[in-house]
């Protein structure tokens, strides 16, 4: 199964303390793919501010994880991430506006009460 992270979803293992990665694994064997413009908010993130360890944390693991750069096409993160999810994608997000657009049509994963991640 193929799994989008955004930039937020990366993020989660900073945050939380959860490992995205092993629990992706529930859902199949999981390959791992994000944006380039995802890293590159990333990169931005992790030069100061209260996220900076995250976002460094994240970096590592896209790296640590083999995670796949796709190239982006579209204007926005966002709407590449939705472009995609009709491509047999399932976007990994914890953004509100992209759950809501993709809810329903295609699989989302995200992360609840903090602790585990669940496919919508």
């Not at 990333?42 to 590592?60: F, Q």
């Not at 506006?97 to 991640?117: D, F, H, S, W």
Request: glycine residues 6%; contains cysteine.
């Amino acid at each position: 199964m193929k799994f989008l992270l955004d930039t937020n979803f990366l993020m989660i293992p900073g945050k939380f303390r959860v490992d995205v990665f092993r629990e992706l694994e529930q859902f199949e064997k999981p390959e791992s793919y994000t944006l380039g413009s995802v890293l590159r908010e990333l990169d931005r993130l992790s030069i100061s501010g209260p996220d900076s360890k995250n976002a460094k944390l994240a970096l590592g693991m896209v790296r640590k994880e083999n995670v796949r750069i796709m190239p982006d096409k579209a204007k926005s993160v966002d709407e590449e991430l939705i472009k995609l999810a009709g491509k047999g994608f399932v976007v990994c997000t914890q953004d509100r506006e992209i759950i809501r657009a993709l809810k329903g049509k295609y699989p989302v994963v995200t992360l609840r009460q903090k602790r585990y991640l669940v496919k919508l």
